[in-house]
Structure formats: C-alpha cells, structure tokens
T-cell receptor, first 113, second 113 residues
C-alpha cells in the first residue's frame, strides 16, 4: 500500500520567513495530493491540493509543487505569520477513492513573532 | 462549521466497554469516511461507506464496525475497548465522484480508562 513520509517533524521559523515541508510517497498510482492544516484540538482543514497533471499550484502565500518522477511534493508558505502555527499534514490518494487518504506523520510549525 | 456533524464531542469510558460514534455528512455528500488520530499512529483511515455500502477498508480492527444508514448518517461502533483505543475519531465526507475534496467533522474524543 501507499506510504507517505513527511519531513521535518517540527519547524520553527521567524515571522516573515518562509517555511517548506517535504513529503515523499511510494505508490506511483497516487495522483491526488492534499495538504491539511490542523490547529490544536481541531479538525484537519484542507489548505491546498494538487493533482498529478499539474506541477505547481499557488494560493496567495501558499504553494505546492509536485515531482511525479521523484515521487515527492512540497508545501511552501511565504511571509509566515503567527496564525500559520499549526500541524500540517500531507496526504496522497488515488482516483479509485479520493477520500481514502494516506497521511504523512505531520509537521509542527511554530512561527515566532 | 464544516457541515459534517459528529456526536458526541467527548466520551470517557472504561476498558471492555462498547461505544457508538455518530456522524452526519454534509448535505449532498454520499461518502462517509472514518479516521482515527492517535499520538503514536497519526491520522489513519479506518473505513469508507458510499451510499450505504462499504467501499473501502483500512486499518480497522475487528472489534470496530461501522455502517451507513439510508439517511446517509454513519455510526462507528467500538467494542471491547482497550486503553490504546483512546484517540480522536474523525468523520469526513465528500461526493466521491470526480476529484471532490474531503471535509472533516470536529471529531469525537474517546478516552478509555
């Protein structure tokens, strides 16, 4: 089955700096890669996703890149703000079930003012 | 409010007991997914139902079972509870047709003492 690895497990950044989280996946059939943000005690919320026919996608300060050949994808947050502090999860799934997500272990991001 | 409703929010019970967690999907969503989030296992897919039928199974224990009713709400039954079953249980839903994103509910926190 699919295995998703996520690095780093924790990331401390100064407000205004950029944050990058990287994930690798094992199943070449995976073609949907969402990123979720989870604040303490709350539900995971989708922040951005990318499909395998696209190499990069951007939404304001957030961008995701996908390298299908290398089987890795990354989340980039620019101009970080204290409210970006949360746990971020990458995930992967296939077209036979978009919602059957294999999650990475998560990255705790701390943005210090 | 994501539109996915889960009850109860919190549940404390003893080992050996049985509990039922309930989920109502977003209006129009036919698929319901159950995920377990624990400190040591992260976010893990348990099971998916689509329009009343089991569609996919993940790392769900035999002591756990689920069903989806004609009104599309779903229940996750956990029996012979063990300390290790303490976790946050999330329900999520989508239309599961095409690339529809997964929306999570607020979760049910289960504590087994």
């Amino acid at each position: 089955g699919e295995n998703v690895e996520q690095h780093p497990s924790t990331l401390s950044v100064q407000e205004g700096d950029s944050a990058v989280i990287k994930c690798t996946y094992s199943d070449s059939a995976s073609n949907y890669f969402p990123w979720y943000k989870q604040e303490l005690g709350k539900r995971p919320q989708l922040i951005i996703d990318i499909r395998s026919n696209v190499g990069e996608k951007k939404d304001q300060r957030i961008a995701v890149t996908l390298n299908k050949t290398a089987k890795h994808f990354s989340l980039h947050i620019t101009e970080t703000q204290p409210e970006d502090s949360a746990v971020y999860f990458c995930a992967a799934s296939t077209t036979d079930s978009w919602g059957k997500l294999q999650f990475g272990a998560g990255t705790q991001v701390v943005v210090t003012p | 409010d994501s539109g996915v409703t889960q009850t109860p929010k919190h549940l404390i019970t003893a080992t050996g007991q049985r509990v039922t967690l309930r989920c109502s999907p977003r209006s129009g969503d036919l698929s319901v997914y159950w995920y377990q989030q624990s400190l040591d296992q992260g976010l893990q897919f348990l099971i998916q139902y689509y329009n009343g039928e089991e569609r996919a199974k993940g790392n769900i224990l035999e002591r756990f079972s689920a069903q989806q009713f004609p009104d599309l709400h779903s229940e996750l039954n956990l029996s012979s509870l063990e300390l290790g079953d303490s976790a946050l249980y999330f329900c999520a839903s989508n239309r599961d047709s095409g690339a529809n994103v997964l929306t999570f509910g607020a979760g049910s926190r289960l504590t087994v003492l």
